[in-house]
C-alpha cells in the first residue's frame, strides 16, 4: 500500500520477536529495495537466504539488488541459483 517505512517497522517487531523468521527478513528487505535502501535490502536479504537457503524467491529478490547496484556477475549467480530451486523463475524477465 505504499507505507513502507510502517512495513519495516512490522517486520522490525517480527525480527526481534522471532530472530530466525526468514520471511520477516526477506520482507523487511523488500520493503527496503522499494524504498531505495539497497544496503539495507542486501543485508536483509542476505540474513533470510542464510535462515532459508532453499527460498527460491530469496535468491530472486538479493539478484535484484545485485542488479540495482551494477552487479552483474552476482545478480547472474543469484539469478541462477534461484532458478535451480524453482524453474518456474525462468520467466523472471516478466518481473523486471
Known sequence: MGDFDGAIADRTQ????????AAAWGD???ARLAKGDLKGALADYNRAIELN???AIGYF???LVWRKRGDLA???ADYDQAIALDPRLANFNRFL
Not at 517480527?14 to 523468521?21: E, R, S, V, W
Request: glycine letters at 4%; aromatic letters at 4%; zero cysteines.
Open 14 to 21: 517480527a525480527i526481534k520477536l522471532k530472530p530466525d523468521f
Open 28 to 30: 523487511r528487505g523488500a
Open 53 to 55: 537457503p532453499a527460498s
Open 61 to 63: 529478490n538479493r539478484a
Open 74 to 76: 552476482r545478480a547472474a
